[in-house]
Every structure is written in C-alpha cells, then in structure tokens.
C-alpha cells in the first residue's frame, strides 16, 4: 500500500522517471478527470494505487472490474470524464457493459485502460485486448512507452468526448512497468456537463431503445477510420534500408527501433480502427512488409483482408513478449542470414558472437512468506487424503507447488467455487468417496466468488470452501478491499463481516467456522469433521497477512541441535525460514532406510507464528533467548 | 570500459526484497541527471514472494527498447550468488560481473529437490567471466543492517560507470537526506566499503 498522504503534483514541465502505469495516473488527473476506479491486477495496478495520490479527484478501489467500469460510466453519464484499470482478464468481466456502452456513446469522456500481462508476469492466461476494440466498435491506442502513455491517455480522452465513445488504451507489461523519461503538463479543468441528462431513450437500453443505437455506431466505425488516417499518433517514419518495411504497434516498436534503426517504419498508436491508407503508403517504400505485434495477428489478419501481402507470425512468435533478440533471430532468414547483423543493425552486434549458455541452476519460484497464514491451510490440506481441492486466484495459488501440493485447479477469478459444486455434481464412480474442497481468499471471495458459493448452497452441493481472509489483497502487493476494513487511501470503511455473508447465502449457521489457523489441530479437526458431513460449509480463517501492519510479529523461533531428529516433518510446513542443514540416511527399527533431514530456522527471518512446533514431536524448536535486535533501517522499500 | 559503447547495459538480479529494483531506479535517476536518456525494467510480478528478480538498466544518447539482449550486458550486479549464475550468459565479452557472495537457498533447494551449486562463483569464472566477488552482506551488517547491501552493491560498480563515482553515491546520500536524514552518512560509508571491496576483488 502507498502512503495514503496526497501528493503535490510536480509542476508543469517537470521531467520525471515514470512508469507507463505513472504516466497515466498523471495524464488522468491532467485530464481533469473526476472519478477513477479499478480493482488490482498485475501489470495494471499501479495505476489506480497513483492516482490516489492526487487531488481533486475521486479514486477507488471496486470490487471488481465489471463494477470499475461502472462506476465510471456512471461518472461519464453525470458529465464527468472518468477513468477504469484493469489486466486482461479484468476485462472479460467488465465486458457485459462494455458491449452496451459503446451503444449509448458517452458524456464525459471515458478511458478504459487494459493492461495485458504479455509473457505471463502474473496471470492464468495470455490476451490480446485489442480484440476488444474490434469486438465492440471502440477506438484503440496503444502506447509504446511512458512519454507516450501519458500524452495517449490525455488524447483519449478528447477522442472519447469527440466520437462519443469510450476509448480503450491497451497497455502491456513491457509499457506499464518499464520506467522512463516522461514531460508531464499542466492540468485542465474539464467537465462536459453539469448534470445527468434523463434521456430514457438513450440510456434505458431495452430492445425498442438499444436497436436504434446500432446503425449509430456503424456511423461512427467510418468516422473513426477516418480519424486513424489522419492522426499524429500514426505516422510513417522514413528509413534508407527499403528491404522491409515495418508495420508494428506499443512496445513492439521501441524493439523495431532497436533492432532495425534504418528501416521503414509504421508506427501505429491509434491502431484501430487500421489507417489502411498508410499501410498501403509504407508498402510503396519497401520491397516487402512485416507486421511486428504483440501477441496475436490481429493487424496482420486485417491488412490481409485488404488484399496487401504481408509477413507476420510467419515469421515471429503469436505469443509472449517480443524482444530485439527476437526480431533479430526470426528475421535473419528473411533478410538473407549473412546481413542480418552488420548491415541491417550495424550497432548491435549478436550474431558474430559466440554465445555463453545459461548455467544450470536451480528454480526460485516465488514462495509463501515465513508465518504466512495460508501455509498452515495447505500443510493441513497436504496430511488430508482422497480429496479434490479446486483453487483459486491469489497467493494461495501457490499451495499447488511443493511441498504442499494440495490445489489441484485454478481456472479464473472465484471460479474455485463452481469448479467444486462441478466436481461433486459430475463425479464419476471412481470419486464416488473423494471429499470436495474450495479454497478461496477474502478478496477473490468478494470480486466473483460469493455468486459461486451461493449457487453451492441453493444446490446442495456437497463442497467446503477455505475462505481465507487475511485482510488484504496479497499477490498485487498488498491492497486494500472491502473485507480489510480501509479504503484505497487507507482511510476506515466498512469491513465485510464474512460470518454473517456466508450465512445470508444460505450456509447453515453450525456449518460455519470461523478459526485461528495457526492452531493445526482445530483447524485439522474440523476440516475433517465438515468434509465427511454431506452437504455444504465454510471455514473462514482469520489471521492477517504478513505484510500487513495487522500482522504482529512474535518472539522468533531456533532449533536445539541436540534435539533435532531429522525426521523433517516441519520441512513439510514450506516455511522459508526453516532451512536444512544436513541429510543423513538412517534404517528405521523395521528395516526400511529413511533419509533424514536436519535443520535450523532462520531466526532474522522467523516471526514465531509457531507452526512448526507443532509438528515438532522431540520439541527440538523452541524460542530464541532473547530477539536479535532488528533494526528498522528500511534501506529496501517495502512492497518491492 | 564504457567509453567505446554509446548505450551501457547493465543488468541488476537478485532474490526478491533485496533492494534490486531501488538500485536500479537509482542508477537510472543518476543516468538522467548526468543528461543520459535511460530506461529500466524488470519482471518482478511475484518477486515479492522470495522469486527471482531481474532488473534492466540502459542509459545512452537515445534509448529504445528497455531490454537488454542476452550476450549484451556491460555490467551484471548480483546480489545473490546463484543469482549470478542464472544471468551471467547475459554478458558481453569481456563485461564485468560484480557478484555478492551471499547463498540464499530457496524452499525446493531445503526441500531437497534441487542442490545449490557448491562453487557457484568457480563455476562463473569457468564460464569466462570477470568476476568481482566479496561478501557485501557481511560489509552491510558490520554497518549495521544487511539491507545496506544494495549501496554496498552501487559502491562496488561504481567504477565502472560513464560518470564518476562521486555522482552515484551523491544520487544515494541525497535520496535518503530528504527521507531518512538519520541514513544518509551510513549509506555513504556503506558506498565507499563497495568500491573498495570490489577494487580489491578484481580478477587478476
């Protein structure tokens, strides 16, 4: 969480390292944009967790991207310009107004950022929003770095108050995270209307109202194809070396720049509706074409349609993130081997050079934090046998890895919950005696998930959900939401009280619990209990996460030399404190060789959430003496 | 070693929360103060989570994709000793690797699933490289705390860069002057504990 203190913007002018997602805080809030709204989701949050920063503008965090987007056209209709974030997959949710609003047009403009995780930073899947934009008649721009997102953002706005429509600014990791060189300017005030116009025709959309909109927006699809054609933000940039010309589009341009510094370019930033005209002015300046995109073949397909020749995905990836290294290698072909080094990119040079291979070296896969609340969860989860456990989307997603392995699935956000009610109504014979378990967290719970555990309990299904609330939304870096009792400037809100939600859905009273998960009996018991009785219940656990100033650190724990065994059942935790020190093989009393593991705990690192004394039968684990004095210094900055 | 290259590439790795991305910034806002174009990125998505962090850095006249290639790193600073190992085929011959010799051993290598390497920094220099090892962690709690390790880390590629030192470490002082005034001094000494360290762990 940022500091929830507002900023004094810096000055007109000023050039600043920013980040895409920074530069278009800053360019919404130029804007003189009234109401911004997101939920989190990697690479898109930092968006939002900036704008809150400024003043005169109303920001929050929503409970999902459907509602965001919502609220900001509702922002829009009250004659306001209004701003959503959101990751890719936030837009498969948000879509259902999507494909309305483009119908009715809008007041105050509106700018809907998408962020796609190309190269899967963080994600289930891989998307190309642009898609989006085709599907519902909506203009897109795509910014290749911050400089540009910002002056894109500022820019989308006057298109959307221009055409009527909300406009879509596809970002992607590479332009979201990457920090550069960014000029900001003044901010305007700018408001299109002073008050909501009732006008039940345009807003009220049943059939008779909505089907009038339609031949509107095809009206408006020729407008915008004429404003693709004229805009600064598309442009031919000239090159000496004519053997291919380069159609490309957001961060795939600065690595056609890099690669490729002599040759033609189209620079696409207002990319949909495609400024044919130009594609067909490039081609004239180059024996052959390219188009260079990130991550499907959507330019490619439509210049095809329009009968011009052109290379794309023949010749490079359809998925994951484009790079220099790349373009060089899946172009060498194409522009003869031998030249593709000196001749094409005479300052880069790779392919003379002999290449070292990477060394072999061990994964570091991202791991839960030392005490982390879910890790007694899925330590208990990992002893329980014959079941099926559907998960979801959070840090506990990581349960699935070793040394748990007990997750089993994770399909979308809340899907944990259908998946179950699915696995118990469709189980086959063979699973006729397995025990369904859902594990959610609080905030995925309250963004998709309840609908799902309300259709659990309307249908009898024999399912018991982990609700576990640690008072944050944990994998985005910490954010607030409406189970954490803040808002998204840290300030008090009311907190969901899940007890009483899970109850109104339907959950009988006596098969709610709501427990300490740090005590691995209670919480073994009753996972057992309620997974042998039929029918559905929910365990809420209730412990904060780490990183969270709920969290209160303990007395740290150390391990008695002398009195470890081996017997490496506190491995079995996954707390990354506990460390092992040495492996012995020993023949147990029945003749069967063990390996045994012994260890230490990393006390600099341990908060004696005292997990693993539990699984400690020689009670080799105990409290270190006194607690080394740790000195808050704070040279790395949280939330890195 | 810079002045023949117009863009310096250097790439920063080392295990989540270690300061990694703070280097970085740093570097990058010290480059554009110098009047370099620079740009930074990294995939830290989960980095938080005790993962892998990657941080690029490149500064020149003019700077357009903010990758930098395999086999094109001028500099590779490691705060992590297998962290080392996992990157350094991203440098160009002859580039410079300054390596804290710090283990961090993940869950799957305690789990027993994977070693960690027993000469990572042998293995390093097998493969070619100029290394500069020495154990900036242990400089950094003989200062008081090991997250000086990052200043110790800057200190130790100071040398190196197309800027004199001086500036670097003014850029770091600064930055904790207008946070944390009561750091300033130590981050200083905790800069100049680098430089010497890395000066004395050049490769002969």
Known sequence: MLNPKLLTPPPAGSRLLMSGNEAVARAVWEAGARVAAAYPGTPSTEMLENLALYPDLYAEWSVNEKVSMEVAIGASLAGARAFCAMKHVGLNVASDALMTITLTGIVGGLVIAVADDVGFSSSQNEQDSRYWGRFAHLPVLEPADSQEAYAMALEAFALSEKFSAPVILRMTTRVCHVKCLTTVGERQLHRVANSFTKDPRRWVMVPGNAQHHVPKMLVRDKALAEATASSPLNRIEAGSDNRIGFITSGAAYMHVRETFPNAPILKLGFSHPLPIALVRELANQAEQLIVVEETEPLLETEIKAQGIVVHGKDWLPAHGELSPAILRKGLATLLGEATAANEVAPNVKLQNVAQRAPLNIFPRPPTMCPACPHMSVFYTLSQLRNVNISGDIGCYTLGAGAPWKALDTCISMGASMGVALGLDKGRGPDDEDKKIVAVIGDSTFLHMGMQGLLDIAYNRGNVTVLLLDNRTVGMTGGQENPGSGRDLHGNPAPRVDFAKLVEALGIAKDRIHVLNPYQLPVLFKTLRQETKTPGPSVIITDRPCVLTDYYEILKPYEVDDSLCTGCGNCVEVGCPAIRVTRREKAIKPSGKEVELAFVDIDTAACTGCDICVQTCAPKAIRHVPVRPSIKTIGIVAAGE | ?204
């Open chain 2, 1 to 204: 070693m810079t002045t023949s290259h117009q863009v310096l590439n250097i790439l920063v790795v080392g295990v989540g929360g270690q300061g990694v991305m703070t280097a970085s910034e740093v570097l990058c806002e010290t480059a554009i103060l110098q009047g370099f174009d620079a740009k930074k990125t990294e995939m830290a998505g989960m980095s938080q989570r005790g993962g892998v962090v990657s941080s690029h850095v490149r500064f020149g006249p003019k700077i357009f994709s903010p990758e930098i290639a395999c086999g094109e790193a001028d500099i590779l600073v490691a705060f992590e000793t297998a962290e080392a190992m996992r990157w350094c085929h991203y440098l160009r011959p002859n580039g410079v690797a300054m390596v804290n010799r710090l283990h961090l051993e993940p869950p799957v290598v305690s789990l027993g699933l994977f070693p960690y390497p027993t000469h990572p920094v042998e293995e390093i220099r097998k493969h070619g490289i100029r290394i500069h090892d020495f154990d900036g962690s242990a400089i950094a709690l003989e200062l008081g705390d090991k997250r000086l390790v990052n200043t110790v880390m800057m200190g130790a590629i100071s040398e190196n860069l197309p800027f004199a030192p001086e500036v670097l470490k003014e850029r770091i002082v600064e930055r904790f002057r207008v946070r944390k005034p009561a750091l300033a001094e130590l981050n200083a000494q905790a800069f100049e504990r680098g430089r010497e360290a890395a000066r004395e762990a050049a490769p002969a």
